[in-house]
């Protein structure tokens, strides 16, 4: 069954240096999205990216997180100066159609650790 | 504004059962139902639509009273295997390509 993954499972950094966190959605879906969750709290939305730009964002979302479709599997984050509030466990979803109709699915997520 | 679940715990015996509730201050257009196991990604449990489509496991079972933007789910004969966190996520009407998860509905179902 096809599925979502994301690389790295485990990433720890620096405060203050930039992180990739990639993905690969399941090849047929057209919607992409990324969401953040801190330890022990809720899942939280953060992007929507759909042909090839952001279709919606999040005030959690900000000039210092970056998406892109560098190509036609993989699905990037980047974050560009990392703070210690940024760590949190990354998920990764994709889906044939938007949210309103449509299953997500997610990846097994990318714990991010700022040091 | 995030959808409010109830409980924010439950605690079950194999074999019983329980209700998860999700409401919205919002009009929705569709509303999802997600369980978590710790460490593990969500995985999806349900989708329910306005005008009353479903699409989900055939095992889980679940409502939406549009009129009163809420939407509950319901485990029956609970297995050990239910265990997790289950999140509602809802999309209002008039929203863009949003999903916005509640805070978790904490479940352990104990033999």
């Known amino acids: 069954e096809p599925e979502v993954t994301q690389t790295p499972s485990h990433q720890v950094t620096q405060m203050g240096q930039e992180v990739i966190l990639r993905c690969v959605p399941i090849?047929?879906?057209?919607?992409f999205y990324w969401y953040r969750q801190i330890l022990g709290q809720k899942v939280e939305f953060l992007v929507s990216?759909?042909?090839?730009?952001?279709?919606?964002k999040s005030e959690i979302f900000d000039d210092q997180f970056s998406v892109e479709r560098p190509d036609g599997s993989n699905f990037t984050l980047k974050i560009r100066s990392t703070k210690l509030e940024d760590s949190a466990m990354y998920f990764c979803?994709?889906?044939?159609?938007?949210?309103?109709?449509?299953?997500?699915?997610f990846g097994p997520g990318t714990r991010l650790t700022v040091l | 504004q995030q959808p409010v679940q109830s409980p924010q715990a439950v605690i079950l015996r194999e074999g019983e059962d329980a209700v998860i509730n999700c409401s919205s201050s919002?009009?929705?257009?569709?509303v999802h139902w997600y369980r978590q196991k710790h460490g593990e990604a969500p995985v999806f449990l349900m989708i329910?639509?306005?005008?009353?489509e479903q699409k989900g496991h055939e095992k889980i079972s679940a409502s939406f009273n549009e009129k009163k933007q809420q939407s509950s789910l319901y485990l029956t004969a609970s297995q050990l295997s239910y265990s997790g966190t289950y999140f509602c996520?809802?999309?209002?009407?008039?929203?863009?390509?949003?999903?916005?998860f509640g805070g978790g509905t904490r479940l352990m179902v104990k033999p």
């Open positions: 090849s047929n879906h057209l919607y």
């Open positions: 996520g809802t999309v209002p009407n008039n929203a863009g390509n949003m999903l916005t």
């Open positions: 990216f759909y042909n090839n730009e952001i279709s919606e």
């Open positions: 329910l639509l306005k005008g009353g």
């Open positions: 979803a994709s889906s044939t159609g938007s949210v309103h109709t449509d299953t997500q699915y």
């Open positions: 919002k009009a929705l257009y569709s």
